[in-house]
C-alpha cells in the first residue's frame, strides 16, 4: 500500500539556520501531497501542497518541490524563526483519504 | 468564522466508563475524520465518513464508535472495549472533489482524553 516516510527528529537548530526535514513516499501513480503543521497542544494545520509532479508548494517562506523521479517532498526553509518550532507532517493522499508519516519535530533556539 | 470545534479540550474519564467526544463543522464539508494521536507518533485513522449516515471503519477502529445523522456533526463514542484510550483526539473535514477524491483535510483544536 501507499506509505510516507519522514526523517526522525528532533531536528535542532539556531535561528535563522536553513532547514530541510526529508519525506519520501511509496505510491502508485502521482498522488496529492501536503505538508502540515501542528503547534503545540493544537490541531494539525495545511502548510503547502502539490498536486502534480514538479509543482512547487510554498507558504510562510516554506517550500517543497514534488520529485516523481525520487519520490520526494522535502520541505526546506531558507531562515528558520523560533516560532517555527513545531511537528511537521507529510501526507499523501490515498483514494478517500490521508496518509500521514510519524512526523519531525523541529526545535529552534535563539 | 468558518470552521471545526471539538469538545472539550480536556476530558477525563474512569475506566469502564464510554465517553463522547464532539466534532462540528460550519465548512460545508461533506467527508469528516477522526484521528488518534498518542506522544511521538503520528496520526491513525479511527473512522471516517464521506456522506451522511454513512462511515467506513480506519486503522484502529476496535473500541470505538461513531454516528453520522448530520452534515455538520460526527461524535466519536470511545467504548469502555478500547484497552488503551488515554490519547489526544483530532477531527477533520474535507470537501469531495467530484472525480479527483478529497481535497485537503482541516483540523478541528483536538480533545486530550485521560482515563484515570
Known amino acids: 500500500g501507499n506509505s510516507v516516510t519522514q526523517m526522525e527528529g528532533p531536528v535542532t537548530l539556531s535561528e535563522e539556520a536553513f532547514l530541510t526535514i526529508n519525506c519520501t513516499y511509496t505510491?502508485?501513480?502521482?498522488?496529492?501531497l501536503f505538508w502540515y503543521v501542528q503547534y503545540p497542544g493544537e490541531g494539525l494545520q495545511l502548510l503547502l501542497k502539490?498536486?502534480?509532479?514538479?509543482d512547487k508548494g510554498s507558504n510562510k517562506g516554506f517550500e517543497a518541490t514534488y520529485r516523481k523521479e525520487t519520490t520526494s517532498f522535502h520541505l526546506e526553509k531558507g531562515s528558520v524563526q523560533v516560532s517555527d518550532s513545531a511537528v511537521y507532517f507529510c501526507?499523501?493522499?490515498?483514494?478517500?483519504?490521508?496518509?500521514f508519516g510519524t512526523g519531525t519535530r523541529l526545535q529552534v533556539f535563539p | 468564522d468558518g470552521g471545526i470545534t471539538q469538545s472539550p479540550k480536556y476530558l477525563f474519564r474512569k475506566e469502564g466508563q464510554n465517553v463522547t467526544l464532539s466534532c462540528e463543522q460550519n465548512?460545508?464539508?461533506?467527508?469528516m475524520y477522526w484521528y488518534r494521536q498518542d506522544p511521538g507518533q503520528g496520526l491513525r485513522l479511527i473512522y471516517y465518513?464521506?456522506?451522511?449516515?454513512?462511515?467506513q471503519k480506519g486503522d484502529i477502529a476496535e473500541g470505538y464508535s461513531v454516528s453520522r445523522e448530520k452534515k455538520e456533526s460526527f461524535p466519536l463514542t470511545v467504548t469502555s472495549a478500547q484497552k488503551n484510550p488515554t490519547a489526544f483526539y483530532l477531527c477533520?473535514?474535507?470537501?469531495?472533489?467530484?472525480?479527483?477524491?478529497?481535497?485537503?483535510?482541516?483540523f478541528g483544536p483536538g480533545t486530550r482524553l485521560t482515563v484515570l
Open positions: 477533520a473535514s474535507s470537501m469531495v472533489m467530484s472525480g479527483t477524491g478529497i481535497n485537503e483535510q482541516f
Open positions: 465548512l460545508n464539508h461533506d467527508a
Open positions: 501526507a499523501l493522499i490515498e483514494t478517500d483519504k490521508l496518509i
Open positions: 502539490a498536486t502534480k509532479a514538479d
Open positions: 465518513s464521506q456522506i451522511v449516515n454513512d462511515f
Open positions: 505510491a502508485t501513480g502521482y498522488p496529492s
